[in-house]
């Protein structure tokens, strides 16, 4: 990865965790269990809010015998650092985007295949049902383990400094961050667009320096990042649904004795649903806030992007990429057929 002087003051910055204060209480047992949670998002994004009033119910409830440091805004790092650490043990906990976690589970990606779900009813019965199943039960193959519940980042919208997203023309050799992920590459790809694979922690910058002259993200981020001050053009494409699996290195997990992991495991899946609920809230009020930032707000019709996708062979590629199984479970959750 490249190391930019963003990253690096942001590694120097690494000694204040949120939840460090803890830490320092005179009266404070010492704990038995401190763990590290390590995460890409802005302190002020409900993903951070929720998971350290989690880490706090954690202490109480275990009485200070389990500590989880969270360690928020890429700190320890980019989301490929995190992932190796979250492997290797280096850190005990890490959220990352289902479609990112397939760079190591390939099949993870799947419910993040563009205008498959129809809106959040969909999405939480899915991932909350077989869907989610589906890929737990493929990432538990890995040596990660993975909360029931996952977390929202939102339904993505488009952005651009260059001009706004109307149509799928309009992202004909568009310059686009997209994460780091083979179904984002692909995606963009068959939009024709130039997809340039950079991690959320180089986002910022590329953008200001225009090394990219767009990028994809829901409300909450674009809003918590402040991707406006960089971005003129805001476009709702709804392009596809991304969340944040919860994962925990394996031998880290199982050090934890049967209750306490009982505890951990159930203030995290509460944080999760409160989370959602922040984030849809959230993302039905930024429209208004983004635009009297200075953005220029346009819809988009879904239709002729899904027809771009089909015609270039998107849904077929990765229809034989994940198999027919994991297939028909996508199709059952969207209520239809994407080929
Ligand atoms: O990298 C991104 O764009 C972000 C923050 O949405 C994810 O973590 C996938």
């Not at 200075?294 to 015609?311: Q, S």
Request: aromatic share 10%.
């Amino acid at each position: 990865m490249t190391i930019s002087r963003r990253t690096l003051l942001q590694g120097t910055a690494a000694a204040t965790a949120i939840g460090s204060f803890h830490i320092g209480r005179a009266n404070a047992q010492t704990p038995e269990f401190t763990y590290k949670y390590a995460n890409n998002l802005p302190v002020a994004h409900p993903m951070n809010i929720r998971a350290n009033e989690a880490v706090e119910k954690i202490k109480d409830e275990t009485k200070g015998r389990v500590l989880i440091q969270i360690f928020p805004n890429n700190q320890l790092g980019s989301d490929t650092d995190m992932l190796s650490q979250v492997r290797s043990g280096g850190v005990e906990f890490f959220t990352l985007s289902p479609l990112i976690l397939s760079t190591l589970v390939p099949n993870a990606s799947v419910s993040g295949i563009g205008f498959a779900f129809p809106n959040y009813d969909a999405v939480w019965k899915a991932m909350d049902g077989e869907l989610g199943a589906y890929v737990r039960g493929q990432i538990a193959k890995s040596n990660l383990v993975v909360m029931d519940k996952i977390w929202d980042n939102g339904f993505r919208q488009m952005t651009s400094s260059r001009g706004p997203i109307n149509t799928p023309d309009d992202l004909k050799g568009f310059k686009i961050r997209v994460p780091v992920s083979p179904l984002w590459t692909s995606m963009f790809t068959a939009f024709q667009a130039s997809p340039a694979s950079i991690n959320f922690a180089e986002v910022y910058t590329a953008l200001q320096t225009k090394v990219v002259d767009g990028q994809e993200n829901p409300l909450a981020i674009i809003s918590t990042a402040k991707l406006f001050e960089v971005q003129k053009y805001l476009s709702a494409t709804n392009h596809m649904w991304d969340g944040f699996w919860f994962l925990a290195n394996r031998r880290a997990w199982e050090r934890l004795p049967e209750d306490l992991r009982t505890i951990v495991a159930k203030n995290i899946d509460a944080a999760a649903l409160l989370e959602r609920a922040d984030v849809a809230k959230l993302n039905a009020g930024l429209k208004d806030e983004l635009v009297s930032k200075g953005m220029t707000y346009n819809d988009t019709k879904a239709e002729p992007f899904r027809d771009a996708l089909r015609k270039a062979g998107f849904y077929a590629e990765w229809k034989k990429k994940y198999g027919d199984e994991a297939w028909a479970i996508l199709e059952k959750a969207v209520g239809g057929s994407l080929s």
